[in-house]
């Protein structure tokens, strides 16, 4: 079960950190949107990092809520995996 | 299990980092795309996880329609392992007589890697025997433990447990099929070399009844003895394991009773799937029981009747001449004979068969008709005791020339070692195959996953 732990905790971090990099590629691309240079290429990059970001955050959400409902239904329907047959 | 707790969490570790590639503010699309795919290889491991039990139940189900049974996989193993035992003392039998013979270079040259061989298919059967109960009984914690490895971040270890997972299915539900499988392959190969085929023999009298009990011999034209086989209480005697078999030629069959021996020149008929029949209807004898006989010469004595009911026997007879007509019974039951409604003066004998006791009555009749009643009360029902010689067993050892225990040998060899290794083999490969639809490369719905998140 250390391991489980081990495993559950990372993933908080990941998780955090995912958070993290959602705001500052939200920052960057709407930076990169309204920086007086008048290349559309950068605007276009803006955009780009701004989307996958948004669809980032979109599917962490999902993914959170989805991932917490199961591990709620798991354990409230919880049985003890039979054992492997004797012989 | 702790496993599938693990897995399920390294799933979801694999889908944040994959979320997590998506929203790094680093405009590289091969890093989008892995984060795609990473989040797509999350959830389907996820999947996985809780198709553990629907994985354990495929095992039973795919077993139960295409009608896997383990029991007589068992049986098989524990025959077929008796035969190559068997056929192994045999060439060692062999190997010494032709020591004693001063044949000795014979023996090392000869049978001396034959029975390396033949050990070494005995090696391998029973290597596959025992790998196929054990992955049967360990198939949960082997999908349980693929599950977890399937669901390491990064496909690190997906190939693997892919494999764990459709190799305990595989092999559970296609390892007692091998019996099928050398079945298909069996059209008599062991008697190349020896003129004979497996079947049966029945004998029954003239008036309907199977002869129980009896035995069965047969000679060749020289009056050598080709084979010894005792018949069941049904009257039937078994000839179909492959130290027995029948002769397909032409030879002299007896039928030997308490007391009574009846020969006749015959070739066994083809019955269906390979196998042979010898059926004898036998003259002069009427069954009045397991066990009790009745025997009478056919020339001067005419039976027209014989009529049967609870404990007792009526014959309805005529002579021609004054005759001897034997009631035969084995030791230990009471019988009472009734000659036209009288006890007739009897003569009391008594005699050895096969290791069992019988008491016999000589009823003098004399020409004209008669009825004869035989009532038997408690009789015994023993088989004798018969040292049976098989027909194959018999040649192969007499045989002078090796090409006879060469081809037994190789068709051994061929059986037990060649077929299960190539039925080893197609498992193998559809394992791989199962592998690979459970995990190794990017089947089009998932790919097609990958592209839309």
Same mark, same amino acid.
């Given at each position: 079960?250390?391991?489980?732990?081990?495993?559950?905790?990372?993933?908080?971090?990941?998780?955090?950190?995912?958070?993290?990099?959602?705001?500052?590629?939200?920052?960057?691309?709407?930076?990169?949107?309204?920086?007086?240079?008048?290349?559309?290429?950068?605007?276009?990059?803006?955009?780009?990092?701004?989307?996958?970001?948004?669809?980032?955050?979109?599917?962490?959400?999902?993914?959170?809520?989805?991932?917490?409902?199961?591990?709620?239904?798991?354990?409230?329907?919880?049985?003890?995996?039979?054992?492997?047959?004797?012989? | 299990?702790?496993?599938?707790?693990?897995?399920?969490?390294?799933?979801?570790?694999?889908?944040?980092?994959?979320?997590?590639?998506?929203?790094?503010?680093?405009?590289?699309?091969?890093?989008?795309?892995?984060?795609?795919?990473?989040?797509?290889?999350?959830?389907?491991?996820?999947?996985?996880?809780?198709?553990?039990?629907?994985?354990?139940?495929?095992?039973?189900?795919?077993?139960?329609?295409?009608?896997?049974?383990?029991?007589?996989?068992?049986?098989?193993?524990?025959?077929?392992?008796?035969?190559?035992?068997?056929?192994?003392?045999?060439?060692?039998?062999?190997?010494?007589?032709?020591?004693?013979?001063?044949?000795?270079?014979?023996?090392?040259?000869?049978?001396?890697?034959?029975?390396?061989?033949?050990?070494?298919?005995?090696?391998?059967?029973?290597?596959?025997?025992?790998?196929?109960?054990?992955?049967?009984?360990?198939?949960?914690?082997?999908?349980?433990?693929?599950?977890?490895?399937?669901?390491?971040?990064?496909?690190?270890?997906?190939?693997?447990?892919?494999?764990?997972?459709?190799?305990?299915?595989?092999?559970?539900?296609?390892?007692?099929?091998?019996?099928?499988?050398?079945?298909?392959?069996?059209?008599?190969?062991?008697?190349?070399?020896?003129?004979?085929?497996?079947?049966?023999?029945?004998?029954?009298?003239?008036?309907?009844?199977?002869?129980?009990?009896?035995?069965?011999?047969?000679?060749?034209?020289?009056?050598?003895?080709?084979?010894?086989?005792?018949?069941?209480?049904?009257?039937?005697?078994?000839?179909?394991?492959?130290?027995?078999?029948?002769?397909?030629?032409?030879?002299?069959?007896?039928?030997?009773?308490?007391?009574?021996?009846?020969?006749?020149?015959?070739?066994?008929?083809?019955?269906?799937?390979?196998?042979?029949?010898?059926?004898?209807?036998?003259?002069?004898?009427?069954?009045?029981?397991?066990?009790? $006989? @009745?025997?009478?010469?056919? *020339? +001067?004595? /005419?039976?027209? %009747?014989?009529?049967? &009911?609870?404990? #007792?026997? =009526?014959?309805?007879?005529?002579?021609?001449?004054?005759?001897?007509?034997?009631?035969?019974?084995?030791?230990?039951?009471?019988?009472?004979?009734?000659?036209?409604?009288?006890?007739?003066?009897?003569?009391?004998?008594?005699?050895?068969?096969?290791?069992?006791?019988?008491?016999?009555?000589?009823?003098?009749?004399?020409?004209?008709?008669?009825?004869?009643?035989?009532?038997?009360?408690?009789?015994?029902?023993?088989?004798?005791?018969?040292?049976?010689?098989? $027909? @194959?067993?018999?040649?192969? *050892? +007499?045989? /002078?020339?090796? %090409?006879?225990?060469? &081809?037994?040998? #190789?068709? =051994?060899?061929?059986?037990?070692?060649?077929?299960?290794?190539?039925?080893?083999?197609?498992?193998?490969?559809?394992?791989?195959?199962?592998?690979?639809?459970?995990?190794?490369?990017?089947?089009?719905?998932?790919?097609?996953?990958?592209?839309?998140?």
């Amino acid at each position: 079960m250390e391991l489980v732990e081990l495993i559950r905790g990372l993933t908080a971090q990941v998780v955090a950190v995912a958070w993290a990099l959602f705001f500052a590629s939200w920052v960057v691309g709407w930076a990169l949107k309204g920086m007086p240079i008048p290349f559309t290429r950068v605007k276009k990059i803006g955009e780009r990092i701004l989307e996958d970001g948004v669809w980032a955050a979109f599917w962490l959400a999902v993914g959170s809520s989805v991932f917490a409902l199961v591990s709620y239904i798991a354990s409230s329907v919880y049985q003890p995996l039979p054992q492997p047959p004797s012989p | 299990m702790d496993l599938l707790t693990l897995a399920f969490n390294l799933s979801v570790l694999t889908y944040f980092i994959g979320a997590m590639l998506k929203g790094a503010p680093i405009p590289l699309a091969s890093l989008k795309k892995l984060g795609s795919r990473l989040m797509v290889d999350g959830i389907f491991s996820a999947a996985l996880v809780f198709s553990y039990r629907a994985l354990l139940f495929s095992i039973s189900y795919f077993g139960s329609v295409l009608g896997a049974d383990w029991a007589a996989f068992n049986q098989w193993f524990v025959r077929e392992t008796t035969v190559l035992v068997s056929l192994i003392s045999l060439l060692k039998l062999i190997g010494m007589g032709y020591n004693k013979l001063g044949l000795g270079y014979l023996a090392s040259g000869f049978v001396s890697p034959l029975v390396n061989v033949l050990v070494n298919t005995l090696i391998t059967l029973l290597t596959f025997y025992v790998a196929a109960h054990a992955i049967r009984h360990v198939a949960p914690i082997l999908i349980s433990t693929g599950i977890a490895l399937h669901s390491v971040p990064f496909r690190l270890t997906r190939a693997a447990g892919s494999v764990m997972i459709a190799v305990a299915i595989v092999f559970s539900v296609g390892a007692p099929f091998l019996p099928n499988f050398i079945s298909i392959f069996q059209q008599g190969t062991l008697s190349v070399g020896v003129q004979a085929a497996p079947g049966y023999a029945k004998a029954a009298d003239l008036y309907g009844s199977a002869i129980a009990f009896y035995v069965l011999e047969g000679y060749d034209s020289s009056g050598n003895l080709l084979y010894r086989y005792a018949s069941d209480s049904a009257g039937i005697v078994n000839a179909t394991s492959q130290w027995k078999w029948f002769p397909t030629t032409a030879h002299t069959v007896a039928l030997s009773l308490p007391g009574f021996k009846y020969t006749v020149e015959k070739a066994p008929t083809l019955a269906g799937n390979g196998t042979v029949e010898i059926n004898l209807t036998v003259p002069g004898v009427v069954a009045v029981a397991i066990n009790a $006989f @009745v025997y009478f010469y056919p *020339s +001067s004595v /005419d039976v027209y %009747s014989v009529q049967r &009911s609870n404990g #007792s026997v =009526a014959i309805r007879l005529s002579c021609q001449n004054a005759s001897e007509i034997y009631v035969v019974y084995q030791k230990g039951g009471s019988v009472n004979v009734l000659l036209d409604g009288r006890q007739p003066p009897t003569s009391p004998a008594s005699l050895d068969w096969y290791g069992l006791g019988f008491e016999a009555l000589i009823v003098d009749v004399q020409a004209g008709d008669h009825t004869l009643v035989i009532e038997t009360s408690g009789l015994a029902s023993s088989p004798p005791t018969v040292e049976e010689v098989g $027909f @194959v067993a018999h040649q192969l *050892s +007499s045989d /002078d020339s090796f %090409s006879a225990l060469l &081809s037994v040998a #190789s068709a =051994a060899f061929f059986q037990f070692m060649v077929l299960p290794i190539a039925y080893v083999a197609m498992l193998v490969a559809t394992s791989l195959a199962l592998a690979k639809l459970l995990g190794g490369i990017d089947s089009k719905i998932a790919r097609a996953l990958v592209l839309a998140t």
